[in-house]
């Protein structure tokens, strides 16, 4: 097993069980990774905070520090540099960190052109699905969240890649016609066109509105299915080309 | 597979159901940190020692 104890801080109630649990780690030899994301981002102007540095790496979801009002203050934040707020970057690192045992390989933006002899080389890639920000990001049209997130971003990977398929895994069984959560009658559609569902104008959507856009005038990806991965099998379903989900058509 | 559950507050039916649930099948136990006191170094050593461990709110 790894020596590095990756932990996701996702709430803002106990800062106390973070510092302690990372002293211990440290005490005992081992790599302590920390990402703050969510509603934990808070805890990053906790004036306990700064006993964290020194005994773990840092980072920072930058979406969830902006959608919390904290833009402005990253320079406050102690320990954390302006690379480490990496939005999906830290979620790819330790995704591909549990994904070692079977290939499991974290790559970044430079490394997409060698995908075809990884893929070849037995590797499983693992990359953050947020369009690489470095220089410039598309301001959204409201609020503070950017508008080409992870779903866009897998979606311009596998068309720039030339991909055969874009297949998105999710916690819900696909696209529905309205929140099924809160609403008992709301049904799962199985196939449909870009342009119907920006027809269909929904206020929420299991994938970003922005994709669609993307798909309809797309090279090479013609359609993108969702599926929900918390099903075993579904992945595999998907990449035969089996029904299992929702497939959107360009 | 040895599973380890921590729970960081005191756990509701839904919490308890879902952990009896999930470790139904196989070797699971369970760490909690809403009593003092916890021995932390220990539960650095238990994270270690499962195949999987889930924290629960």
Excluded at chain 1, 50 to 65: I, N, Q, Y
Excluded at chain 2, 1 to 25: F, G, N, Q
Aim: overall charge negative; charged content about 25%.
């Amino acid at each position: 097993m790894s020596g590095t104890l990756g932990i996701l801080v996702s709430s803002d109630k106990y800062m106390d069980h973070v510092v302690n649990l990372t002293q211990a780690a440290h005490a005992k030899g081992k790599r302590v990774s920390l990402f703050f994301t969510g509603k934990g981002v808070l805890l990053t102007l906790d004036p306990r905070f700064g006993e964290l540095t020194g005994k773990a790496k840092l980072s920072v979801c930058d979406v969830s520090f902006r959608a919390n009002g904290l833009h402005g203050r990253e320079a406050e934040v102690p320990g954390v540099g302006f690379k480490d707020f990496a939005t999906q970057a830290k979620n790819a690192e330790m995704l591909a960190l549990l994904l070692s045992p079977w290939g499991g390989t974290r790559i970044k933006g430079e490394d997409l052109l060698d995908l075809p002899i990884m893929l070849k080389l037995g590797f499983l890639p693992v990359t953050h699905g947020t369009p690489p920000y470095g220089l410039f990001e598309h301001p959204p049209g409201t609020g503070l969240i950017p508008p080409h997130r992870t779903d866009t971003g897998a979606f311009l990977m596998a068309e720039v890649l030339g991909a055969k398929s874009c297949i998105l895994v999710k916690n819900v069984d696909g696209l529905f016609t309205a929140d099924p959560t809160t609403e008992p009658d709301a049904q799962l559609i199985t196939d449909i066109t870009a342009d119907e569902l920006l027809d269909m104008d929904m206020e929420d959507m299991v994938m970003e509105r922005k994709l669609l856009y993307l798909l309809k005038d797309a090279a090479h990806i013609k359609e993108v299915r969702i599926v929900n991965g918390h099903e075993r099998g579904n992945i595999i379903k998907a990449l035969n080309g089996e029904e299992v989900g929702t497939i959107i058509r360009a | 597979m040895k599973e380890l559950h921590i729970l960081r507050s005191e756990p509701d039916e839904t919490v308890e159901k879902l952990t009896a649930s999930m470790s139904a099948d196989h070797t699971a136990s369970i760490a909690v940190l809403y009593e003092d006191p916890v021995d932390w170094a220990a539960l650095v050593d238990q994270i270690y020692e499962n195949d999987k461990v889930v924290c629960w709110w």
